[in-house]
Nanobody
Framework: HVQLVESGGGSVQAGGSLRLSCVAY?????????MGWFRQAPGKEREGVAS????????RYADSAKGRFTVSMDNDNDTLYLQMDSLKPEDTAMYYC????????????????????WGQGTQVTVS
């Protein structure tokens, strides 16, 4: 069983930055897998933010994240990161780490149902 553990959330003022981390335990990750970040604000559906295909590092971003967020992966330590800059109040949400099969990567951000494993979430609040 895979366990994804996020950290790095918190409260920040608009324009500030946060870096989220997600460690994958039990070594499930393989280079043909895909990892990503989703978020869910109160009363809203869960939405994809960014994804990365572990074999080659191709990244994809939601329009809301482009130019402000950067997703990256430390393959040696099975750790996924999300660097968030120029944060806005509308970025306030619970952020979830996700892992999926590699073939799902192209559509993962639009299809949360393709996620195989979820983390427990880390709260980001921007005021």
């Amino acid at each position: 069983h895979v366990q994804l553990v996020e950290s790095g959330g918190g409260s920040v003022q608009a324009g500030g930055s946060l870096r989220l981390s997600c460690v994958a335990y039990y070594g499930w990750l393989h280079k043909r897998h895909c990892m990503g970040w989703f978020r869910q604000a109160p009363g809203k559906e869960r939405e994809g933010v960014a994804s990365i295909y572990l074999d080659g590092g191709r990244t994809r971003y939601a329009d809301s994240a482009k130019g402000r967020f950067t997703v990256s992966m430390d393959n040696d330590n099975d750790t996924l990161y999300l660097q968030m800059d120029s944060l806005k109040p509308e970025d306030t949400a619970m952020y979830y780490c996700a892992a999926a099969e590699g073939y799902a990567c192209a559509s993962l951000l639009r299809s949360p149902s393709r996620v195989n494993y979820w983390g427990q979430g880390t709260q980001v609040t921007v005021s």
